[in-house]
């Protein structure tokens, strides 16, 4: 399900990207692929991809830990795989059909997200109710996926409060609790993608330490502060204290600070050990990279008095591009290898094994640079002209070829791993090695 989300977000955006060009755009919205259109299907389905490559990694855990899984763990495992299925083709349809709450990351309609809610109050289930035999003494991963399964469901909940018309009739109090309610679903989707993570590394290196180091609690803990004061940097134009900004920028600079620590530390570890297929270190590598890359990007954009300039310009596109391709899907591919690994044997290893593979990351890096590049420097050029009130400089408008030709090469790169991972996936693979065999030498 999290490939497939993967290949609708990818050919949506790869579409989606020619809107930058007028005429092209025009012809698009004529044929019925208005970006209004296509924008929410390609974010809906790159969270959903984000969401579910984590949840694919979890079960790796539930699986091997402990007594597997029961037959009632099954069972509402195929309840929210129904239900998941349901929403996601309730959303291509309705958003395909032009019908949207318009609501960024949220603009499917309330009846998928109902489906949504009620598929993960089973996935949450099948995953706390292993905290009955304790919850303190667990390796930091657990901790990340019990606060990220809760943060969801509170944050979920609370995106649709425009529901209630005494929030929508408030545009400022609407904005608010949208942008801080976003702001802890991201919080609750990178606490899944950094315990799978740390969970992945510990099962390629055998080193559990790390799991209960200080380092590893250190982002956990900053990053729960974040889940609670992230949103401010969202809304710096509303009417709010200056402490609130600045609480807001020490505390997200902090978190992302530790996690690029964290990410070094996971990507020596898994390259100096011999059992890690070699693709998953690169992809670790390119993780840690793109840590570094969105740390000084949010530095700076982040700082109040410089915010003023780029909100709402393609600097926070290619932000949010940066941060969940780079960080967020590099680490997730690193995962989906260590499972197809999992899955199947040997015969996953040679395919997956670097040669071919490694330059088309390369590529891949290449055109995701030259992209979240791009939008950086023609959105800063915007915001600074806009303040000024001067019309903007011809380059800008000559390089609006620059996203839908550096996108196409990014997608087509991504569908190329599609094309690496598909025969993996097939019936005539090698039989899985998760589905019956609990991992008892590993349970805790
Ligand atoms: C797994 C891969 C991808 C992820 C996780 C991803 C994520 C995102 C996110 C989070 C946004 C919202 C940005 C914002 O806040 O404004 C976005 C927008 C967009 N993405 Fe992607 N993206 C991916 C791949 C691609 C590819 C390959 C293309 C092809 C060109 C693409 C084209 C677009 C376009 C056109 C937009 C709308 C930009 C706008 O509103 O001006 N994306 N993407």
Redesign the pocket.
């Known amino acids: 399900m999290a490939i497939a989300c ?1 290949a609708i ?2 050919v949506g ?2 579409i ?2 020619w ?1 930058y060009l007028p005429d092209v755009s025009q012809r698009l919205a004529g044929s019925g692929m208005a970006l209004q259109r296509l ?1 929410p299907i ?2 809906t389905f ?1 969270s959903l ?2 969401y579910g490559a984590a949840i694919a990694v979890m079960y790796h855990y539930l699986v091997h830990r402990g007594d597997g899984l029961r037959p009632a763990d099954r069972t509402r495992f195929w309840f929210h795989t129904g239900c998941w299925i349901l929403a996601g083709v309730g959303c291509v349809v309705s958003l395909g059909a032009g019908i949207s709450s318009g609501r ?1 990351y949220l603009g499917f309609h309330p009846a998928c997200s109902l489906l949504f809610f009620v598929g993960w109050i089973a996935l949450a289930i099948n995953f706390l109710r292993r905290l009955r035999n304790g919850f303190w003494g667990q390796p930091i991963y657990v901790w990340f996926w019990t606060v990220g399964i809760l943060f969801f469901m509170v944050t979920f909940a609370e995106g649709h409060a425009y529901l209630l018309p005494w929030v929508e009739q408030s545009p400022v109090r609407d904005l608010q609790i949208q942008w801080k309610s976003c702001g802890t679903l991201v919080g609750s989707f990178n606490f899944l993608v950094y315990g799978s993570l740390i969970y992945v590394a510990e099962r390629l290196t055998g080193d559990k330490t790390y799991g209960q180091s200080r380092i590893a609690f250190a982002l956990f803990g900053v990053g729960c502060l974040n889940s609670f004061t992230n949103y401010a940097h969202h809304t710096y134009h509303l009417p709010q204290s200056e402490t609130v900004k600045w609480i807001a920028f020490v505390v997200s600079m902090l978190e992302i600070v530790i996690l690029f620590r964290v990410a070094s530390d996971l990507f020596a570890a898994v390259r100096a050990s011999k059992r890690a297929p070699c693709m998953t270190s690169a992809y670790l590598g390119s993780a840690k990279w793109w840590t570094g890359a969105i740390l000084l990007s949010s530095l700076l954009i982040s700082v109040p008095s410089l915010n003023a300039y780029i909100h709402g310009t ?1 600097v ?2 290619g932000h ?2 940066g941060a ?2 780079g960080i ?2 590099m680490a997730l591919f690193g995962g989906v290898c260590f499972l197809l690994t999992e899955l199947r044997g040997e015969s996953a290893r040679a395919r997956l094994h670097c040669g071919r593979m490694r330059w088309h990351l390369g590529i891949m890096n290449a055109s995701l640079v030259t992209l979240f590049g791009w939008l950086t420097i023609s959105g800063t050029v915007r915001g600074i002209y806009r303040i000024n009130g001067e019309a903007l400089p011809d380059w800008v408008g000559y390089g609006a070829w620059v ?2 030709l550096a ?2 090469v ?2 087509a790169t ?1 569908l190329y791993q599609l094309v690496r991972w598909a025969p993996l996936l097939g019936p005539q693979s090698q039989e899985s090695a998760l589905v019956d065999a609990p991992d008892t030498a590993a349970a805790e």
Do not use: K, N, Q, S
Request: cysteine-free; glycine content about 10%; aromatic content about 12%.
């Open positions: 993967y977000a990818i955006g790869m989606a990207a809107h924008r390609h974010t790159a991809w984000i960024e393609h926070v596109t949010a591009m969940e391709i967020d899907t996203f839908p996108g196409f990014l997608g991504l």
